[in-house]
T-cell receptor, first 115, second 112 residues
Framework: EPEVTQTPSHQVTQMGQEVILRCVPI?????FYWYRQILGQKVEFLVS????????KSEIFDDQFSVERPDGSNFTLKIRSTKLEDSAMYFC?????????????FGEGSRLTVL | DAKTTQPNSMESNEEEPVHLPCNHS???????IHWYRQLPSQGPEYVIH???SNVNNRMASLAIAEDRKSSTLILHRATLRDAAVYYC?????????????FGAGTQVVVTP
């Protein structure tokens, strides 16, 4: 069964460093998302991406965050200068279609620890 | 997105059915009812969704009240692998991008 894959599974970084989290969505999917989950808290929406541009983003997704689909298969989330509060699980998701009737497929997540 | 209300937790015995309620009294006519679950240390996983009619798939059944103000996710025979947090989420049919807004969900505990 096709799946969304994420790398790395765990990254430890120092505060202020740049981090790139990578995702390979399911191959025929067109809609891509990043979510995050701080330990013990809800899963939070960060950003959605379609047709090579951001379609929607949350208040969390400030200027420190960026997303890119550099080569037609990878979908990346970059955090420019990490803060302690960026420590969380980051989940990538993809969907073959947008809108309310489509289902999202999530990856296993990348755990980011900022020291 | 309209809000949903779910119990914090539910317990079930293995091989028995589990009925997970969800209240969404402010649902609009274009809102789809989605259920996702999150197993420990994993990403969320799609379970089922519906608009007005009851739905069945290999994982579960979704029973939607006639007035659509509530719904119930039914796991027909709980297994230990079904222990997870289950999220009832409304997605606006008028929203082209259809982002999911997760709440706290219901923690399902399955005992052997």
């Amino acid at each position: 069964e096709p799946e969304v894959t994420q790398t790395p599974s765990h990254q430890v970084t120092q505060m202020g460093q740049e981090v790139i989290l990578r995702c390979v969505p399911i191959s025929n999917h067109l809609y891509f998302y990043w979510y995050r989950q701080i330990l013990g808290q809800k899963v939070e929406f960060l950003v959605s991406f379609y047709n090579n541009e951001i379609s929607e983003k949350s208040e969390i997704f400030d200027d420190q965050f960026s997303v890119e689909r550099p080569d037609g298969s990878n979908f990346t989330l970059k955090i420019r200068s990490t803060k302690l509060e960026d420590s969380a699980m980051y989940f990538c998701a993809s969907s073959v279609r947008g809108g309310a009737a489509g289902e999202l497929f999530f990856g296993e997540g990348s755990r980011l620890t900022v020291l | 997105d309209a809000k949903t209300t779910q119990p914090n937790s539910m317990e079930s015995n293995e091989e028995e059915p589990v009925h997970l309620p969800c209240n969404h009294s402010t649902i609009s006519g274009t809102d789809y009812i989605h259920w996702y679950r999150q197993l420990p240390s994993q990403g969320p996983e799609y379970v089922i969704h519906g608009l007005t009619s009851n739905v069945n798939n290999r994982m579960a059944s979704l029973a939607i009240a006639e007035d659509r103000k509530s719904s119930t996710l039914i796991l027909h025979r709980a297994t230990l692998r079904d222990a997870a947090v289950y999220y009832c989420i409304l997605r606006d049919g008028a929203d082209s991008w259809g982002k999911l807004q997760f709440g706290a969900g219901t923690q399902v505990v399955v005992t052997p």
